[in-house]
């Protein structure tokens, strides 16, 4: 414990400085130093959460594995075990029966249906058009002087990728996006429940509109094959079809996109780095790795709760109470990588949780990889003076609870 010479704990002082609010842009301003102080003063760390009895930030690497995999957590937000009013997302159960908010045998079953589509052998076989989609983004931009590199490549690149594996008109991309975005960055968030429900009920109506299409005209894509998946009989229920392709939308688009754009402004932040990778691009797949450690897509993973008492370190989580592992945080432990806050696209140790852990490690790893190293290549060949367009402290991460993205992320081309 740290004192300063009023013998007041400067440790607690500067948490309650931070005030550990989740929602705040404050908070994911300074993150990765009040992580840092977390880790080493409080590692299971009390926070508010709305709607919560308690809730308990995790942010050690050796704790956030353990948390990920452990049982005796659920990620259902119904399940009994749990008190309170149910936050207004999961009350919708047209968005919120997927494989994300469920424990086997459910979840087993709800990803089986779908992981056979994204395989990293069916993923290769993406390849040249996710290439040629890379390609025909620059190509718009080509001879203007500066573009905003979220705006005009890191969201539609992944979000046309998986509205093409869907079989949804990617035109729609602007309105997902609206919806998705206030969909993630505001659940748990009360003020804003309000614009929530109108969102929810939006973008439900339009997924049902879609599966109804489907069904009339099934082609050869991955709703048409879940539609059929239902009609068949036992294994998808009508709420679970829509949460499926509800959650393959925001999973597909609301983490890439942060991919591209976190891992474009890291490298921008470090020219050696960026000087090294184009005379070597080999380097790609290893530096896309280092760039999902270095600045995490998924800040802080799925919510979980405890369904029985858990010791963890000295804490004791009781039943009922939400566990929020920090992927983030994790990713930059001191006592597990080396140099942690030093970006180094030649790393050889880097375990990184980006992914996540366990049984609901990404679906997407594969296309997610595979997208990023495609953005990233086209990018720097095409434009070898890339550079930031407004100083580094003008830039915003969007205030998400879960996710880390930029709003903007104007680059001079
Ligand atoms: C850089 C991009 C991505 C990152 C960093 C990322 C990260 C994650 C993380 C951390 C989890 C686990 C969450 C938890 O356990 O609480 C997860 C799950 C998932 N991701 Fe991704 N993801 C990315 C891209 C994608 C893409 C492109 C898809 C494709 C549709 C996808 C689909 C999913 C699905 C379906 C799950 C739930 C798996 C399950 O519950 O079994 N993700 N992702």
């Known amino acids: 414990m740290i004192m300063n010479d009023k013998g007041a704990n400067i440790v607690q002082q500067s948490l309650a400085r931070w005030d550990i609010d989740l929602f705040s842009s404050a908070f994911k301003k300074h993150a990765y130093s009040i992580y840092k102080d977390l880790r080493a003063n409080s590692p299971v760390h009390p926070v508010n959460i709305p709607l919560e009895r308690?809730?308990?930030l995790v942010t050690k690497y050796d704790d956030v594995v353990a948390m990920l995999k452990d049982h005796r957590l659920t990620m259902d937000a119904r399940s009994d075990c749990r008190t309170g009013?149910?936050?207004?997302?999961?009350?919708?159960?047209?968005?919120?029966?997927?494989?994300?908010?469920?424990?086997p045998p459910d979840h087993?079953?709800?990803r089986k249906l779908v992981q056979k589509g994204f395989t990293p052998?069916?993923?290769?076989g993406l390849r040249e058009r996710i290439e040629k989609i890379a390609q025909t983004l620059l190509d718009q931009v080509q001879d203007r002087k500066q573009m905003d590199l979220i705006?005009?490549?890191?969201?539609?690149?992944?979000?046309?990728?998986i509205c093409e594996m869907l079989g949804i008109p990617s035109e729609d991309r602007d309105q997902f996006r609206e919806w998705s975005n206030t969909i993630v960055d505001t659940t748990n968030h009360p003020e804003k429940f309000q614009m929530f429900s109108q969102q929810v009920r939006e973008f439900t109506q339009y997924l049902q509109e879609m599966i109804e299409q489907k069904r009339k005209y099934p082609e050869d894509d991955l709703i048409s094959r879940l539609v059929q998946v239902e009609s068949e009989g036992s294994h998808l229920t009508e709420a679970e079809l829509s949460s499926m392709i509800f959650l393959l939308i925001v999973a597909g688009h609301e983490t890439t996109v942060n991919l591209i754009g976190n891992g474009g402004l890291a490298l921008l932040e470090h020219p050696d780095q960026m000087e090294m990778l184009k005379s070597a691009p080999d380097l790609m797949e290893q530096a896309v790795e280092e760039l999902l450690r270095y600045y995490s897509p998924v800040e802080l993973a799925t919510n979980r709760w405890a369904k029985e008492e858990i010791c963890l370190r000295d804490t004791v989580i009781s039943k009922g109470d939400m566990v929020i592992a920090s992927?983030?945080?994790?990713?930059?432990?001191?006592e597990h990588f080396e140099c942690p806050d030093e970006l180094d696209i030649t790393r050889r140790e880097n375990r990184h949780l980006a992914f996540g852990q366990g049984i609901h490690y990404c679906l997407g790893a594969p296309l997610a990889r595979l997208e990023g190293q495609i953005a990233l290549s086209n990018l720097i060949q095409r434009f070898p003076d890339l550079r930031l367009?407004?100083?580094?402290?003008?830039?915003?991460?969007?205030p998400s609870y879960l996710m880390r993205g930029l709003k903007t992320l104007p680059v001079l081309l």
């Open 108 to 110: 087993t079953r709800l």
């Open 121 to 124: 052998r069916m993923v290769e």
């Open 54 to 56: 308690k809730a308990w």
């Open 85 to 103: 009013p149910l936050p207004p997302f999961v009350e919708k159960k047209y968005l919120s029966t997927n494989m994300l908010s469920s424990d």
């Open 389 to 398: 367009g407004v100083s580094a402290d003008a830039l915003r991460w969007r």
């Open 327 to 334: 992927i983030a945080s994790a990713n930059r432990d001191e």
């Open 151 to 161: 705006e005009d490549y890191a969201f539609p690149l992944p979000i046309i990728v």
